[in-house]
């Protein structure tokens, strides 16, 4: 059964802090991993990533692949309050183009 | 652009009773994706629509039916709710839809969040 899981489900750091937030996958025929941020609102899309190795960087946020081990990272450095979100993995996989979800990882940045 | 619109935005129902959401998808968007949100489950599929056709389904009852229109929007509809329903209901648009070439990167709004008492 495809699945995507991610860890830790909750954190919570020190504005100032680095931290890192993994997604494991394992799905059929996969395609691309993606990366959304959503706070009390709509999710909103970060990064997509297709190729292993491959850093995608936006400001101080940055994400990475590593298809041999099914993996994805989310790096935040220097965290800010307005970082607290819940931060959402998901994989593209199958014939379909089918996307699984992993439950979140919510982090909270503490003044 | 206007992003994807998603109304009401907050409902209250009882048990037994039905409950219909809508979706404005990006202008230009095709494909209309409906998720449901709780606390424990995270984000489930519901259903996919392109171009009026159901094109994907997740592994929900009956209770749970959508469509979309000629302009790409989108109801989706839930019969006899149940307590268990309780839940934020997110849309989401996309050009390409699933099936297609890329990556189907997800523009998702805001959200219809139902309570059902």
């Known amino acids: 059964e495809d699945k995507v899981v991610q860890s830790p489900l909750s954190l919570v750091v020190h504005e100032g802090d680095t931290v890192t937030l993994n997604c494991s996958y394992e799905v059929t025929n996969f395609r691309s991993l993606l990366w959304y941020k959503q706070e009390k609102k709509a999710p909103t899309f970060l990064f997509m990533l297709?190729?292993s190795g491959i850093e995608k960087k936006s400001g101080r946020l940055s994400s990475i692949l590593d298809k041999k081990e099914l993996f994805s990272i989310l790096n935040i450095t220097a965290t800010q309050t307005g970082d607290s979100a819940i931060y959402l993995c998901a994989a593209n996989a199958g014939n379909n183009r089918k996307l699984i979800w992993g439950l979140g990882t919510s982090l909270a940045v503490n003044p | 652009k206007a992003g994807v619109t998603q109304t009401p935005r907050y409902l209250i129902k009882t048990r037994g009773q039905q409950v219909t959401l809508s979706c404005s998808p990006i202008s230009g968007h095709r494909s209309v994706s409906w998720y449901q949100q709780t606390p424990g489950q995270g984000l489930q599929f519901l259903f996919e629509y392109f171009s009026e056709t159901q094109r994907n389904k997740g592994n929900f009852p009956g209770r749970f039916s959508g469509r979309q229109f000629s302009n790409s929007r989108s109801e989706m509809n839930v019969s006899t709710l149940e307590l268990g329903d309780s839940a934020l209901y997110l849309c989401a648009s996309s050009f390409t839809g699933w099936g297609t070439s890329g990556a189907n990167v997800l523009t998702f709004g805001a959200g219809s969040r139902l309570t059902v008492l």
């Open positions: 297709t190729s």
